[in-house]
């Protein structure tokens, strides 16, 4: 019953993804043959502080509303955490809001107070999401997450092609207004779906809950979020630095092309922190579990990576003459996706025994590597100097993260194995930067793939299985859908 149960939220959440995934391979290759690099690099660094801001606001408490929601079972407790972790990160969002607009209003432009009043909203209805999302997950409400990040994306693109439709492609506007009305729809339908939990669920007293407990958790995984998400955007603002705004504008474009994972990276995350935190509540000596995932996310990951690899140079004449550079960024930048989808696997141990300073530790290093790499190569290579500098600081996150979960959680992965299946991904993304698509492209994934399977034969068998367990559910699901149907027929002729 439960592995059905699991399946089936498997299945609504990856399908709802696949629909966002189809949306955007749709509708990216139009947009970016319409907006210009400039454009797109200055909403790519928009996004970036902004989310920089709501992450420092946030004070790690959304990661800790998460750890401690299973803590107790009843409703009113659950209540109380959400409010004392949504009630501080608000807060301090209205304070920068305010501290922004005195501080700018007077000297700004009109452009640019629609830049400040646009960052402003954006704030608040990221961090309200981050809190609506949170509960569809630890809820197990598979099937409206994954419609809602359909209509998210869907909102998005609709409105972005109407807008350069109708004002042009020329300006900011024009990808931030669509962008804004996609979340806010996100932010009611989220808040509407759980309005019984969110408004009407009584609250538990005061004491319910350690405030210095929660914060000292929390605050640790906000600086960790932090130099995370400079990690992130490092090699961003090393290409702006060191070339020009439409630079980053081709680099982010292939960055947007790990969408591609975004089925196999958000379906996974969504589902598995919560069971892996469930599971460890349940039974803190059982091990298993978290070596088969690693183990089976591996197989994916990589599987994925390579096929993705040699399907670089088509995926790229989607997005225009412009963004044709892209080809030479993305193989490295593969290594993103993979490494940190991975390490959610090998890291879940900080989580489990809520071990957040960990998590600062790691990110502190990983931040480091990859902006010396990129102060080293940017300046020589251009953008893929920034794409060589941050995969490869993802490989060292990756053992970072793993290292230092298992100094606290000890579970024995397959690390050799894991390393030389990472070693030979390096060659094949080195490789494929100086060559085009050819018979000898399609060798070297038939290759690749065997050697995945022959590295990891147990895991590989076990996908088999759920992938059979997951058909078998579609084709129950349907007979009993169908069954329903000619129930109803009868009645109603009767």
Request: aromatic share 12%; glycine share 8%.
């Amino acid at each position: 019953m439960q592995s059905s149960k699991l399946t089936h939220q498997i299945l609504s959440l990856a399908g709802g993804t696949l629909l966002s995934l189809l949306i955007a391979a749709v509708t990216t290759p139009m947009i970016t043959r319409m907006v210009a690099p400039t454009v797109y690099g200055e909403y790519s660094l928009f996004n970036t502080w902004c989310s920089l801001v709501v992450m420092l606001c946030s004070l790690g408490l959304d990661q800790t509303f998460l750890r401690y929601f299973y803590t107790s079972p009843e409703a009113a407790v659950q209540r109380r955490f959400l409010r004392f972790c949504l009630g501080i990160p608000l807060t301090l969002t209205a304070l920068c809001a305010l501290l922004l607009l005195l501080s700018q209003w007077r000297e700004t432009s009109g452009r640019n107070i629609v830049l400040i009043l646009s960052f402003i909203l954006f704030l608040v209805l990221q961090t309200v999401n981050r809190a609506g999302m949170l509960v569809l997950r630890l809820k197990y409400r598979t099937h409206l997450y994954g419609s809602l990040t359909v209509l998210r994306k869907a909102v998005y693109a609709a409105g972005v092609l109407l807008g350069v439709f109708l004002f042009g492609a020329d300006s900011l506007p024009v990808l931030l207004i669509p962008a804004l009305a996609a979340l806010g729809l996100c932010v009611m339908a989220e808040l509407f779906a759980e309005r019984k939990f969110w408004f009407r669920t009584r609250l538990a007293d005061r004491s319910a809950l350690n405030a210095a407990e929660l914060l000292g958790y929390g605050l640790p995984l906000m600086a960790a979020s932090v130099v995370f998400l400079v990690f992130q955007a490092t090699d961003r603002f090393c290409v702006q630095y060191f070339e020009n705004l439409g630079q980053v504008g081709v680099y982010s474009s292939a960055q947007s092309i790990m969408g591609l994972f975004s089925v196999i990276t958000s379906t996974f995350q969504t589902l598995w922190i919560p069971r892996a935190i469930q599971h460890f509540e349940k039974d803190p000596s059982d091990r298993r579990l978290y070596r088969e995932v690693n183990e089976m996310m591996t197989v994916i990951m990589f599987s994925f990576g390579f096929i993705v690899l040699i399907c670089t140079d088509g995926l790229v004449l989607c997005l225009g003459e412009n963004y044709r550079q892209a080809a030479s960024v993305i193989p490295f930048l593969l290594l993103v996706p993979v490494m940190n989808t991975v390490s959610e696997t090998t890291v879940i141990g900080l989580a489990v025994t809520k071990h957040s300073a960990g998590h600062l530790k790691v990110m502190c290093g990983a931040a480091i590597a990859n902006f010396l790499g990129n102060i080293l190569l940017t300046p020589v290579m251009g953008i893929q100097g920034a794409a060589l500098s941050t995969g490869l600081s993802y490989v060292l996150y990756f053992f970072l993260r793993t290292w230092t979960a298992g100094g606290c959680f000890r579970v024995v992965y397959p690390l050799k194995r894991f390393s030389f299946l990472t070693i030979w991904f390096c060659l094949m993304c080195w490789y494929q930067i100086g060559h085009s698509f050819s018979v000898l492209s399609l060798i070297l994934l038939g290759t690749s793939l065997v050697l995945v399977g022959c590295l990891y034969p147990g895991a590989v068998q076990k996908l088999w299985s759920l992938a059979a367990a997951g058909l078998e559910e579609i084709r129950c699901s349907r007979l009993r859908s169908d069954s329903h149907h000619r129930q109803r027929g009868d009645s109603g002729s009767m």
